[in-house]
């Protein structure tokens, strides 16, 4: 049987299950879920949910927001909506087995936003000998594919909002229209290269694409900048700021 850690999110604020092997929850999705612009009685949908950890950060911001999360693995489907329930989020968070890249009926309907951690590695790198893991990490040449999923299932006047690594960005953008984009770095420390970096997409929005400032994580001393300590532990939205 697969051992079961319990970690803490926002400061404990929310407690989250996964399973000790395989892709487990973070940084990412602690940014990821930070920077979704999402209002009250608005929907979210989740692409690649895995346990819980994105979608449940924003339904703990953002109340009464609706969440439906989708991801392949039946167990890390049963574990999100355990974790949903033991934080009191079972009637609006709610977590479906499904493919990202076929979507069942039910889930082809628009939503006010959509969020997305996809697998970040390409197929030239090493495979993790963990299935599990594998498919979280690796794409194996289908990142256009979520992509086209994220957009297609985002409404008129919603956002897309992804967070991949930075040196994938060109292939990112290649696969989002070319108005409405914005990209925010998060730089791991000052006058350090960006390893991560948020994309958002406002659909119909004819902007050019905005490259903004971004957010610098941690102090010279390893320290999470106020900033960054801000969200991390108090919920507080990423700032997307200005171009």
């Given at each position: 049987?697969?051992?079961?850690?319990?970690?803490?999110?926002?400061?404990?604020?929310?407690?989250?299950?996964?399973?000790?092997?395989?892709?487990?929850?973070?940084?990412?999705?602690?940014?990821?879920?930070?920077?979704?612009?999402?209002?009250?009685?608005?929907?979210?949908?989740?692409?690649?949910?895995?346990?819980?950890?994105?979608?449940?950060?924003?339904?703990?911001?953002?109340?009464?927001?609706?969440?439906?999360?989708?991801?392949?693995?039946?167990?890390?489907?049963?574990?999100?909506?355990?974790?949903?329930?033991?934080?009191?989020?079972?009637s609006?968070?709610?977590?479906?087995?499904?493919?990202?890249?076929?979507?069942?009926?039910?889930?082809?309907?628009?939503?006010?936003?959509?969020?997305?951690?996809?697998?970040?590695?390409?197929?030239?790198?090493?495979?993790s000998?963990?299935?599990?893991?594998?498919?979280?990490?690796?794409?194996?040449?289908?990142?256009?594919?979520?992509?086209?999923?994220?957009?297609?299932?985002?409404?008129?006047?919603?956002?897309?909002?992804?967070i991949?690594?930075?040196?994938?960005?060109?292939?990112?953008?290649?696969?989002?229209?070319?108005?409405?984009?914005?990209?925010?770095?998060?730089w791991?420390?000052?006058?350090?290269?960006?390893?991560?970096?948020?994309?958002?997409?406002?659909?119909?929005?004819?902007?050019?694409?905005?490259?903004?400032?971004?957010?610098?994580?941690?102090?010279?001393?390893?320290?999470?900048?106020?900033?960054?300590?801000?969200?991390?532990?108090?919920?507080?939205p990423?700032?997307?700021?200005?171009?």
């Amino acid at each position: 049987m697969t051992e079961i850690t319990e970690d803490g999110f926002l400061d404990g604020r929310v407690r989250l299950r996964q399973f000790s092997r395989g892709f487990r929850s973070g940084l990412d999705a602690m940014m990821l879920a930070a920077s979704v612009p999402a209002g009250e009685r608005e929907t979210v949908l989740e692409l690649g949910s895995g346990a819980g950890a994105a979608s449940l950060c924003v339904a703990t911001r953002v109340p009464d927001c609706m969440i439906t999360g989708v991801d392949i693995h039946r167990e890390l489907v049963a574990l999100a909506n355990e974790n949903a329930c033991a934080n009191g989020m079972g009637s609006r968070a709610r977590f479906v087995q499904a493919d990202v890249l076929n979507l069942p009926t039910k889930l082809r309907t628009p939503f006010d936003h959509v969020l997305c951690n996809p697998p970040f590695h390409d197929s030239l790198g090493e495979t993790s000998p963990d299935e599990a893991r594998a498919q979280a990490l690796q794409d194996f040449g289908d990142l256009p594919g979520w992509l086209e999923t994220g957009v297609k299932r985002t409404a008129s006047g919603g956002t897309l909002t992804v967070i991949l690594r930075a040196d994938r960005l060109t292939e990112a953008l290649d696969g989002l229209p070319n108005h409405g984009v914005s990209v925010f770095p998060l730089w791991p420390k000052r006058d350090v290269p960006a390893k991560r970096v948020l994309i958002q997409l406002r659909r119909g929005k004819r902007a050019p694409l905005a490259l903004l400032s971004g957010l610098v994580l941690h102090e010279n001393d390893g320290r999470y900048t106020p900033e960054a300590d801000a969200i991390l532990r108090s919920g507080a939205p990423l700032p997307f700021g200005t171009p």
